[in-house]
C-alpha cells in the first residue's frame, strides 16, 4: 500500500536533515508501528506520507504511484488522529462529529455508532471544553473512522486512557485491520505495539535502526531464560534457569519435584530492550519533530 524509498528531509534554515534515507513498506491490511523517542523524526515522516510537507528527498508511492497529495480523492482515502487533537469546544462531541461528517460526500455512519464504539455516548451531549483528555482522544479516533478511509495514520491513540479504555482502543483498531486497513501507528507503548502491529521500525536520530515483526525482534540475540516462582505463601522466591536444556537440568527438577513451584513462563527480551541497545536512547529521550 505504501512504500517509501531513501526518505530525506530537511527544515529551511537548517544544516542538519531530521530525516536521512528511509526505507519501508507497508503491505495493505497490516498496522506498521512507528516508534522513536521525540525528536527522531517521527512526526516529519508522518506530514510528507500524509501530504503535509513538501520539499523531501527520495521516493513515497501510494500502491506503486508517486505521492500526489493534489490528486482528486487523496485527503478523502485517509484518516488521521494527530497526537493533539482540536475540536470545537463550544459544540458537543455528537455536534462536532456531524459537522466533520457534512465535509465529506461520502455516506458516513451514524454518528452513534462511532460514539458507541469508544463508550463515548454518555458524554455525546456534553461540550468538548468539559471533556477530559481520554475523552478527547477517543472522540479524535471517531473523527478518523467516520469516512471508513482505507489508510489511517493514528498518533498516540492510547495516550491517557485508562487500562481498560485502553485496551477497548486496541480493540477497535486491530477490528480495522481484519477489515482490510492500513494502519500507520506512532506511539511509545511497547505494549500497543507488541500487540498490535505486524511489523515496526525503530526511528533514531533520523534512520531507521531495525524494521521488523515485533516477535522477531524479542527473540534476537539472546538466550532465553525460564523464570520459577517457588515456595511458601508470603516468601516466595524467583529463579532464572536457562532455557536451553531445561527438561535435563539439576536444579529445575529439583524444584519441580519439590511441589512449591506457584509459577512458569519463559522470558524474553522486550521490544524496548532492543529499542535501547540498538539505540542507545530510551523512547522518552529527545526533542519533538
Known amino acids: 500500500m505504501i512504500e517509501v524509498k531513501n526518505l530525506t528531509f530537511t527544515y529551511p534554515g537548517n544544516e542538519e536533515p531530521v530525516?536521512?534515507?528511509?526505507?519501508?513498506?507497508?503491505?495493505?491490511?497490516?498496522?506498521?508501528?512507528?516508534?522513536g523517542p521525540s525528536g527522531a523524526g517521527k512526526s516529519t515522516t508522518q506530514k510528507i506520507l500524509m501530504g503535509l510537507l513538501r520539499g523531501y528527498g527520495g521516493q513515497v508511492s501510494y500502491e506503486g504511484k508517486e505521492l500526489n497529495?493534489?490528486?482528486?480523492?487523496?485527503?478523502?482515502?485517509?484518516?488521521?488522529?494527530?497526537?493533539?487533537?482540536?475540536?470545537?469546544?463550544?459544540?458537543?462531541?455528537?455536534?462536532n462529529l456531524r459537522f466533520f461528517a457534512s465535509l465529506y460526500g461520502e455516506r458516513t455512519p451514524p454518528v452513534d455508532e462511532l460514539l458507541e464504539a469508544v463508550e463515548l455516548t454518555e458524554g455525546a451531549d456534553r461540550k468538548v471544553q468539559a471533556y477530559s483528555k481520554g475523552m478527547v482522544i477517543r472522540l479524535n479516533l471517531c473523527r478518523a473512522l467516520m469516512h471508513d478511509p482505507p489508510i489511517l495514520f493514528l498518533d498516540e491513540p492510547t495516550s491517557g486512557l485508562d487500562p481498560g479504555l485502553a485496551r477497548k482502543v486496541r480493540e477497535l483498531i486491530a477490528e480495522q485491520r481484519t477489515r482490510g486497513k492500513t494502519i500507520f501507528l506512532t506511539t511509545h507503548s511497547m505494549e500497543t505495539a507488541d500487540e498490535l502491529c505486524d511489523s515496526v521500525a525503530f526511528l533514531a536520530k533520523g534512520k531507521i535502526a531495525l524494521c521488523d515483526a515485533p516477535v522477531n525482534i524479542r527473540n534476537r540475540n539472546r538466550e532465553k531464560d525460564v523464570v520459577l516462582t517457588w515456595g511458601k505463601e508470603g516468601s516466595y522466591q524467583e529463579e532464572a534457569l536457562p532455557l536451553k536444556g531445561i527438561h535435563k537440568n539439576p536444579r529445575f527438577l529439583s524444584l519441580m519435584e519439590g511441589g512449591d513451584v506457584r509459577s512458569l513462563h519463559s522470558r524474553e527480551t522486550t521490544l524496548e530492550d532492543m529499542f535501547i541497545a540498538l539505540t542507545g536512547q530510551s523512547l522518552g529521550e529527545g526533542e519533538r519533530l
Do not use: H, Q
Open 19 to 35: 530525516l536521512k534515507g528511509l526505507d519501508f513498506a507497508i503491505p495493505r491490511g497490516t498496522i506498521f508501528g512507528f516508534l
Open 69 to 95: 497529495p493534489k490528486e482528486e480523492g487523496f485527503y478523502s482515502r485517509l484518516g488521521v488522529a494527530f497526537d493533539v487533537p482540536r475540536f470545537y469546544g463550544k459544540m458537543t462531541g455528537r455536534e
